[in-house]
C-alpha cells in the first residue's frame, strides 16, 4: 500500500495530536473518578465528555486514512502513557 505525501504529513501530524488528546483524556481520569466516589453527577457529564472528545478525535483520524488512523491511535497510546506515569 503505497501512501501519498498529504497522507504521510496527516500521519505525521496526527502523532502528537492523538498524543495530545490521549493525554487530556487519561489525565482527566483522577477528577472524574473522584466526582464519581463523591456522589456529584457532574462526573458523569464530564465522563461522557472524556468519550466524546477521543472519539470525534478518532473519528477525525478515520476519515482520512487508515494510516492516519493507525498513527493517532498510536499517540494515544503515547499520551496514556505520559499522563498514567505523571499521576505515579
Given at each position: 500500500?503505497?501512501?501519498?505525501?498529504?497522507?504521510?504529513?496527516?500521519?505525521?501530524?496526527?502523532?502528537?495530536?492523538?498524543?495530545?488528546?490521549?493525554?487530556?483524556?487519561?489525565?482527566?481520569?483522577?477528577?472524574?473518578?473522584?466526582?464519581?466516589?463523591?456522589?456529584?453527577?457532574?462526573?458523569?457529564?464530564?465522563?461522557?465528555?472524556?468519550?466524546?472528545l477521543l472519539?470525534?478525535v478518532?473519528?477525525?483520524?478515520?476519515?482520512?486514512?487508515?494510516?492516519v488512523?493507525?498513527?493517532?491511535?498510536?499517540?494515544?497510546?503515547?499520551?496514556?502513557?505520559c499522563?498514567?506515569?505523571?499521576?505515579?
Amino acid at each position: 500500500m503505497n501512501a501519498e505525501p498529504a497522507t504521510l504529513a496527516a500521519a505525521l501530524a496526527a502523532l502528537p495530536a492523538g498524543a495530545l488528546a490521549g493525554w487530556v483524556h487519561f489525565a482527566s481520569l483522577r477528577r472524574v473518578t473522584s466526582l464519581l466516589v463523591a456522589g456529584r453527577i457532574s462526573g458523569v457529564a464530564l465522563q461522557v465528555g472524556r468519550f466524546a472528545l477521543l472519539g470525534g478525535v478518532l473519528w477525525l483520524f478515520a476519515q482520512w486514512h487508515p494510516v492516519v488512523l493507525l498513527a493517532g491511535s498510536a499517540g494515544i497510546m503515547a499520551g496514556r502513557a505520559c499522563a498514567l506515569r505523571r499521576s505515579g
